[in-house]
């Protein structure tokens, strides 16, 4: 018989359905021999990242050889004085996706159930049903998270409830003051993850972390620099906590789950804010102008305080997917989130997004 892989698997680990990354440039290209490829599918900078980074990276092509700092003393010093916490506070993740296994590891056993939102960011479920704890998904509200549904769902069970806001892949986004009622309501055994990727991008920027983790003491603030400040390839997140929260985090952590490259590029990444303003106001631009784009398409578009528009296409989306490959343009289908009529599409630069509405248009003439 052999080595039966699937049945000695955990049976949380079979059950669960991989998550489908956006298409690399590079597949695409090899696959249709396309020369000219924009990638609009995985919520990345398309201004890149600052030039300060490449410069500091530089001195460090020289000590390969050597492992990182495990504590990522200086990154983690310099976070905690960008939001006035105490170094003790600040775990660091191979990406914020780290983050969420390791707090999902530390919080988490099979008996134990995680409360998300529909149509929420798929990583949660994946770190929850690996353990095979169990996953409470809540019915949206607008697309977003039903916050009164949610309180609502917690048992002596809950240990985790994880909000992203703003959401992807959807866009929709609660309000400070909604989210400080809401949290004001939670009992004492459920940690909160809030998972602020796409916070640079928001009306109302992400929440004081200094002051919301004074008033909260179960927490947890999810960030990354793979999003506005452009290095997803580095693959650097880090969470805010109590120092006791931390402490639990960075057990469970590996102790060199962030390279050199990455402590390095992010503490420059960090230094140039104006980097993150000017992505900021191009992202807003290239939104209003994809927006009004997909709106003369006739497409109902969602509102959306992320860097990407997810829009119903009021028919199958994976035709439409398929066709704009063919056109180069690579976007994100949305079945795995159930939303099998939906597409999200990254805010790019405003020849690409022109690139895009194009070839939208085309397809669905
Ligand atoms: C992109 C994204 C992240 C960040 O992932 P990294 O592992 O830091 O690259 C986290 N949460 C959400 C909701 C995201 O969309």
């Not at 992807?168 to 998972?195: I, K, W, Y």
Request: net charge negative; proline share 5%; aromatic share 6%.
């Amino acid at each position: 018989m052999g080595f039966d892989a699937q049945s000695q698997a955990l049976p949380g680990v079979r059950a669960l359905q991989p998550y489908q990354p956006g298409k690399p440039v590079s597949e695409l290209q090899r696959e249709l021999g396309l020369e000219q490829v924009i990638k609009l599918a995985s919520n990345e900078n398309p201004l890149g990242c600052s030039p300060q980074v490449q410069q500091a990276l530089q001195p460090c092509l020289s000590t390969l050889a050597i492992y990182p700092d495990g504590a990522g003393f200086e990154l983690r010093a310099a976070l905690a004085q960008h939001h006035g916490l105490a170094l003790e506070q600040v775990t660091l993740g191979n990406g914020s996706n780290d983050l969420l296994e390791i707090i999902a590891h530390t919080f988490l056993a099979h008996e134990h159930a995680a409360i998300v939102a529909q149509y929420a960011f798929a990583i949660y479920g994946l770190v929850v049903r690996a353990i095979g704890a169990e996953l409470v998904v809540v019915p949206a509200r607008d697309y977003g998270h039903d916050l009164v549904g949610m309180a609502a769902a917690i048992t002596a069970q809950t240990r985790i409830l994880f909000i992203a806001n703003p959401n992807n892949p959807t866009g929709s986004c609660l309000s400070q003051a909604q989210l400080r009622t809401f949290m004001r309501t939670l009992p004492e055994h459920v940690v909160v993850v809030l998972d602020e990727a796409y916070l640079e991008y928001a009306e109302e920027g992400g929440v004081d972390a200094a002051a919301w983790l004074a008033e909260f003491p179960a927490l947890i603030i999810c960030r990354t620099f793979s999003k506005a400040y452009g290095l997803a390839a580095l693959r650097i997140g880090y969470a805010l906590s109590s120092p006791a929260i931390a402490d639990l985090l960075n057990r469970v952590r590996q102790p060199f789950n962030v390279s050199t490259l990455g402590l390095v590029a992010a503490r420059a990444a960090l230094a140039d804010q104006d980097f993150v303003a000017r992505s900021r106001q191009v992202n807003a631009a290239g939104k209003a102008q994809l927006q009004r784009g997909l709106q003369n398409l006739g497409l109902k578009v969602l509102p959306s305080q992320g860097n990407f528009l997810c829009v119903d296409l009021a028919r199958p989306a994976q035709a439409v997917y398929t066709a704009l490959l063919a056109r180069g343009v690579i976007v994100r289908p949305l079945a795995g989130y159930d939303l099998p009529q939906h597409l999200r599409i990254s805010v790019g630069l405003e020849a690409e997004n022109d690139l895009c509405l194009r070839a939208l248009a085309e397809v669905l003439a």
